[in-house]
């Protein structure tokens, strides 16, 4: 059996007063056409986001590489931030 969790959603009152006049499955089909709703809009933003930023600093990696910082010193730089709050903290 799937396990399910009750979840209460407050909505505007126009959207209320549309899902209360309604059978509860239809409400549930409300929801879950919602929920499909913002996945595909995230999908969209993800899509857009790897086009417009990471698809530019690729292609400049890829023109460039000695641009590129190795990943041991970009994590170093947080790491002795951190190392010497430790300290500071003692």
Same mark, same amino acid.
């Given at each position: 059996m799937t396990h /399910?969790?009750? @979840?209460?959603?407050?909505?505007?009152?126009?959207?209320? $007063?549309?899902v209360a006049g309604r059978r509860l499955r239809?409400?549930? /089909?409300?929801? @879950?056409?919602?929920?499909?709703?913002?996945?595909?809009? $995230?999908a969209a933003a993800?899509?857009?986001?790897?086009?417009?930023e990471v698809a530019p600093v690729y292609d400049a990696m890829q023109r460039e590489p000695h641009r590129a910082v190795p990943a041991g010193e970009?994590?170093?730089?947080?790491r002795a931030f951190m190392e010497s709050r430790k300290r500071v903290s003692r």
């Open positions: /399910r969790e009750r @979840r209460t959603v407050p909505l505007p009152a126009e959207h209320a $007063e549309h239809i409400g549930k /089909r409300v929801v @879950r056409a919602g929920l499909r709703a913002l996945q595909e809009l $995230e993800i899509d857009q986001w790897s086009q417009d970009v994590s170093a730089a947080p």
